[in-house]
């Protein structure tokens, strides 16, 4: 059974650092391109970067670049989202995805990101 | 890297279909077959309903189809049951590996 759990998330004051795991388990996490998804409260899904099967290539959306970067250890089988310079509209439950067929075919229970003073 | 439109609500009686729209651009949903559709209900993580505009994961009732004309995607959901009440997203593939999310349709179930 596929399972991804989400850790890391957190109140951090507007400026702050803060980095998520996703530790995956039921498949060959190192076959799959991974993906990071938020959802403010009440609002809807929005994409929020991508990294390929070994780590070489990634992409991220305009509202977070240069300010997040996402990696993956495909030897611990974890998912990483280093987040820096936060801001209050960066508040939201953050998923991890796993990417086949250009969707996003599972996910995790998220984790809540809370940027606030 | 504009959100594609959805219809903020959609509503249907038990058994009815109900089809939920998501108009993109001639750069995304027309350009791609990978548009793809997720359910959620609240308080949970999304669920994939179609891949690749019409494919279905294993699992997935074949109640719930997909489609797509031009810059527009379809769900429909035939034989509406009280469990489809919920939320949806459509998502494209975008180009240059980026993508992108529908604002989220309400399916109420009268």
Redesign the interface.
Do not use: C, I, M
């Given at each position: 059974e596929v399972q991804l759990v989400e850790s890391g998330g957190d109140l951090v004051q507007p400026g702050g650092s803060l980095r998520l795991s996703c530790a995956a388990s039921g498949f060959t996490f190192s076959s799959y391109w991974m993906?990071w998804?938020r959802q403010a409260p009440g609002k809807?899904?929005?994409?929020v970067s991508?990294i390929n099967s070994d780590g070489s290539?990634t992409?991220y959306?305009?509202s977070v670049k240069g300010r997040f970067t996402i990696s993956r250890d495909n030897a611990k089988n974890t998912l990483y989202l280093q987040m820096n310079s936060l801001r209050a509209e960066d508040t939201a439950v953050y998923?991890c995805a796993r990417g086949?067929?250009?969707?996003?075919?599972?996910?995790?229970?998220?984790t809540l990101v809370t940027v606030s003073s | 890297?504009s959100?594609l439109t959805q219809p903020p609500s959609a509503s249907g009686s038990p058994g009815q279909s109900v089809t939920i729209s998501c108009t993109g651009t001639s750069s995304d949903v027309g350009y791609?077959k990978?548009v793809?559709w997720?359910q959620?209900h609240p308080g949970k993580?999304?669920?994939?309903m179609i891949?690749?505009v019409s494919?279905r994961?294993s699992g997935v009732p074949d109640r719930f189809s997909g489609s797509k004309s031009g810059n527009t995607a379809s769900l429909t959901v035939s034989g509406l049951q009280a469990e489809d009440e919920a939320d949806y997203?459509c998502?494209s593939?975008a180009g240059?590996?980026?993508?992108?999310?529908?604002?989220?349709t309400k399916l109420t179930v009268l």
């Open positions: 993906h998804v809807g899904l929005v994409w991508r290539t992409t959306a305009d998923y086949d067929s250009y969707a996003f075919v599972s996910w995790g229970q998220g | 890297q959100a791609y990978y793809s997720y959620q993580a999304p669920k994939v891949f690749e494919e994961p997203y998502s593939y240059s590996n980026n993508w992108v999310f529908g604002g989220g």
